[in-house]
């Protein structure tokens, strides 16, 4: 069955330091991945998307990379400031149940420490 | 402002009650979505809608309903059928229904039981 697996511990990280999480699937075959950031009792927003036939996608201080092969994709966040400390959420498209839908991972907490 | 709008924020149901949450959107998007979201999993598709008029069954439709009866507004009702209603409920739309959309989300509503 298809499978999203984010590391469901939390990842604490010194501010100023680049944060990676990590995202991997199985028995997909997306045709772009997405990440999402959510705040406590807040709803996900939209980060950035990457498409497979895109290795890496930056937008300011976040990079994307995703490898098909690995079945991965890593999240940078460099220079972390403790504002950054949230749940990060990766999504994958795929068919399911007879239909398409985008199903997302558990998400991974990031505690940025001043 | 462009957005989702989910009230109330908190919803308390009784026993053998059935309660409604409201999803509105002035993003003018076809396609309207309605997740749960427990501690440690995933958020989770209830229902979706393609367009106006239009609903289908996601992968926990068991014990909710829906109507999209105007483009802005999807409101999902908890019967009383669904024996472990307590989570915290996302509304999301996007542009279509169609790959590579992102979605946006409302700020959700935490739903517990008396």
């Known amino acids: 069955s298809q499978k999203i697996e984010q590391n469901s511990e939390a990842l604490n990280i010194q501010e100023g330091k680049t944060a990676t999480l990590t995202c991997n699937y199985t028995n997909y075959s997306p045709a772009y991945l997405q990440w999402y950031r959510q705040d406590p009792g807040r709803g996900p927003v939209f980060l950035l998307l990457?498409?497979?036939?895109?290795k890496e996608k930056r937008k300011e201080r976040l990079k994307v990379t995703f490898d098909t092969t690995l079945k991965q994709s890593l999240f940078h966040i460099t220079a972390s400031q403790p504002a950054d400390s949230a749940t990060y959420l990766c999504a994958l498209e795929g068919v399911s149940g007879g239909y398409q839908k985008v199903t997302f991972g558990i998400g991974t907490k990031l505690q940025v420490i001043p | 402002d462009g957005g989702i709008t989910q009230s109330p924020k908190y919803l308390f149901r009784k026993e053998g009650q059935n309660v409604t949450l409201s999803c509105e959107q002035n993003?003018?998007?076809?396609?309207m979505y309605w997740y749960r979201q427990d501690p440690g999993q995933g958020l989770r598709l209830i229902y979706y809608?393609?367009?106006?008029?239009?609903?289908q069954k996601g992968d926990i439709a068991e014990g909710y309903s829906v109507s999209r009866e105007k483009k802005e507004s999807f409101p999902l009702t908890v019967t009383s059928a669904q024996k472990n209603p307590t989570a915290f409920y996302l509304c999301?739309?996007?542009?279509?229904?169609?790959?590579?959309?992102?979605?946006?989300f409302g700020s959700g509503t935490q739903l517990s039981v008396l």
């Open positions: 990457i498409r497979e036939n895109e």
């Open positions: 999301a739309s996007s542009a279509s229904y169609t790959t590579n959309e992102k979605l946006f």
């Open positions: 993003l003018n998007h076809d396609a």
């Open positions: 809608s393609q367009i106006v008029n239009d609903f």
